[in-house]
């Protein structure tokens, strides 16, 4: 039972800065990793940034230095700092919540339903 909501998409110019949030619900889920991911028209759906419980973060070569993936102090929501904003950011970002059920321990993953970033050159 876990519910994860994207927001903070907007319209912004090169260079500009939008902040992105994700928030996971639920009772039956014990996050290990959360992350965005991004897809453009046309193209495959790629990771931007990752965190993982401990704090273990990872990035796309073409958001490092300017892109910044940080959790709340629950682990339940995580954040995106975008910083000095390219046109080809432009894309739909979604989250990722993995996890594991605590009835089972099985692995689990939900998408939000992603929140539209678009950068004017």
């Known amino acids: 039972h876990v519910q994860v909501v994207e927001s903070g998409g907007g319209l912004v110019q090169a260079g500009g800065s939008l902040r992105l949030s994700c928030e996971a619900s639920?009772?039956?889920?014990?996050?290990?990793?959360m992350g965005w991911y991004r897809q453009a028209p046309g193209k495959q759906r790629e990771l931007v940034a990752a965190?993982?419980?401990?704090?273990?973060?990872n990035y796309a070569d073409s958001v490092k230095g300017r892109f910044t993936i940080t959790p709340d102090s629950a682990k339940t929501a995580v954040y995106l700092q975008m910083n000095s904003l390219k046109p080809e950011d432009t894309a739909v970002y979604y989250c990722?919540?993995?996890?594991?059920?605590?009835?089972?321990?099985?692995?689990?993953?939900?998408w939000g339903q992603g929140t539209q970033v678009t950068v004017s050159s």
């Open positions: 990722k919540v993995t996890g594991e059920r605590y009835t089972d321990d099985s692995s689990r993953t939900f």
């Open positions: 639920g009772t039956d889920l014990a996050i290990n990793v």
């Open positions: 965190i993982g419980r401990r704090g273990t973060t």
